[in-house]
Nanobody, 120 residues
């Protein structure tokens, strides 16, 4: 069962932009935080940006000033606007939501991943 649905990846040239979107299904009934991680080939998954439900946003230094996170808790949606993309941004990007279903404790939900490739 897919709890999160991602969209927006693709192939772009350096300096171009992409927007990633992620929406949570109704199986997630409450949300504590929403954000994005990425994993480049041969590397560990790393934090990109996230926001608490209250709107406190944290962004990795490597993307600060280029990437902007926005959330809509009511729509259970988190977007990542990526500008001035660099080849080093090439990775599979994963949506992450910390939340609860109808039963059970707070847990991490992950999207299936969307490929972002920056290449000339």
């Amino acid at each position: 069962q897919e709890h999160l649905v991602e969209s927006g990846g693709g192939l772009v040239q350096p300096g171009e932009s992409l927007r990633l979107s992620c929406e949570a299904s109704k199986t997630i009934v409450s949300i504590a935080a929403m954000g994005w991680y990425r994993q480049a080939p041969g590397k560990q998954r790393e934090f990109v940006a996230a926001s608490t439900a209250g709107g406190f946003i944290n962004t990795a230094d490597s993307v600060k000033g280029r990437f902007t996170l926005s959330i809509d808790i009511a729509k259970k949606r988190v977007d990542l606007q990526m500008n001035s993309l660099e080849p080093e941004d090439t990775a599979v990007y994963y949506c992450n939501i910390k939340g609860r279903g109808t039963t059970g404790p707070l847990r991490d939900y992950w999207g299936q991943g969307t490929q972002v490739t920056v290449s000339s």
